[in-house]
């Protein structure tokens, strides 16, 4: 009763226990595997559903699951371990960071133009966002001294725990959290370059890719209307297919795509 209560929305109460039961998992398997193949073929099988476990962690980035501040930093733990994405590292370099600037390929930390003012291809993309993450977020938490405060005690504690992880049980750590961590990170980035990638404009309603399949959206948490999401950041999941309806007369027909991934953009 008392959990069910914290949950600001009830439609996090699913997620939340299949991530957790993931978490459980991943102790499970490093407590008890010591065979590296085993580890291998878990963490391989594991790539897909730790990539669509970032999407709900950018979710609670954006809306905060609990009404409690320490059960969401206890998640937001829960999600480092599964993203490579420490507690307010998508705060900074992608609430108070790209979705402000994403119209201005000269400031958006998730830019999709190189230095130049052409565009990246898919992979060099993702390392560059990816290699950046860190970083961004630190530039931006300049300006952010709070949400930067428990970025870098965070990142901290997440560092802590993953060495002791390390020197109690190294190989099991290895290919249950810290290689997992980062592809998860590059996922991330993969996936994201078919949100606005190519489209060089001035306005919300033609700089988002709209991925409208549904089982892409019940995935991700509706990541797909992700013009409604820039237009009202601020909404719960739950709620941005009823926006997307509203405001969808607005969207140009190009800027919905069918595929999971967006796979029909340039890569």
Known sequence: ??????????????????ISLFTLLDFTVYFLVDNVWLLLGFYLFMIWPKGIICAWNHHHQHTPTFRSKWLNYLLEQIYALHTGATSKLWVLHHVLGHHHHYLDQTKDESRWKDKNGKMMGRMRYSFDVAGTAYYRAYQVGKKHPRPQKVFFIATGVTLLLLAVLTWYRPVPA???????????????????????????????????????????????????????????????????????????????ERLFLTKHLGSSLIS
């Open 174 to 252: 290895l290919f249950c959290f810290i290689l997992p961590m980062i592809t998860s990170l590059l996922f991330t980035a993969w996936v994201t370059y078919a949100h606005h990638a190519g489209l060089d404009v001035d306005n919300d309603f033609e700089a988002s890719h709209n991925i409208m399949s549904p089982i892409y959206n019940r995935l991700t948490g509706n990541l797909g209307y992700h013009t409604a999401h820039h237009f009202k950041q601020g909404l719960h999941w739950s709620r941005l297919p009823e926006l997307h309806e509203q405001i969808k007369d607005k969207i140009p």
């Open 1 to 18: 009763m008392f959990m069910k209560t914290q949950f600001k929305y009830p439609e996090d109460r699913l997620p939340v226990l299949i």
